[in-house]
């Protein structure tokens, strides 16, 4: 059961390339969200979804983009990465909002450095 | 908006000792708390949960933590550490919406 996968494991994006984060689950879990971790900051969410199609802002949106085209992927876009982008970013799932109790499962986790 | 409040950034203890965490968070109603634990370079694991029920809740790895409504808190316990539980450990508020508040973190060191 690989749960959530999150590739690449690292990167090093020079200012102003795109790339994208990927996140898959195979939990079929309706509930996906991305996370960036800072030191002394803990985690703060940048976007989630709650089902195939819908997704929403959390704490730290700007820079970043998503889409839920099926219930397993949940791609994190970067359009022009910014040395303040550099964080260690997570996804996690869960079968409904962790907001209402639910336990979220995470991936391992994308270092990823902005030069 | 719920916050989570973790004031201990970095706690060190002794092998076999009792360890406690701290963690307090603000919102009128009774939220849902967790607390996870992150091993170096690993992404987070549950640790234990609480709803509702009784204040004293179990989780893995000899895990305990509980609810104190009148403290605004849900520390986390455990009566003799292993070397193996150095990792940071988060706590985290659910406020029945759709989005989870996690705490800055508690980065635990065992020495021997």
């Known amino acids: ?115 | 908006a719920q916050s989570v409040t973790q004031p201990d950034i970095h706690i060190t203890v002794s092998e076999g000792a009792s360890l406690e965490l701290r963690c307090n968070y603000s919102y009128g109603a009774t939220p849902y708390l967790f607390w996870y634990v992150q091993s170096p370079g690993q992404g987070l694991q549950l640790l234990l949960k609480y709803f509702s029920g009784d204040t004293l809740v179990q989780g893995i790895k000899g895990f305990e933590a509980e609810f104190k409504r009148s403290q605004s808190s849900f520390n986390l316990r455990k009566p003799s550490v292993h070397w193996s539980d150095a990792a940071e450990y988060f706590c985290a508020v659910g406020e029945g919406n759709e989005k989870l508040t996690f705490g800055t973190g508690t980065r635990l060191t065992i020495i021997p």
């Open chain 1, 1 to 115: 059961n690989a749960g959530v996968t999150q590739t690449p494991k690292f990167q090093v994006l020079k200012t102003g390339q795109s790339m994208t984060l990927q996140c898959a689950q195979d939990m079929n879990h309706e509930y996906m969200s991305w996370y960036r971790q800072d030191p002394g900051m803990g985690l703060r969410l940048i976007h989630y979804s709650v089902g195939a199609g819908i997704t929403d802002q959390g704490e730290v949106p700007n820079g970043y983009n998503v889409s839920r085209s099926t219930t397993e992927d949940f791609p994190l876009r970067l359009l022009s990465a910014a040395p303040s982008q550099t964080s260690v970013y997570f996804c996690a799932s869960s079968y409904s909002s962790p907001g209402r109790g639910q336990p979220q499962h995470f991936g391992d986790g994308t270092r990823l450095s902005i030069l």
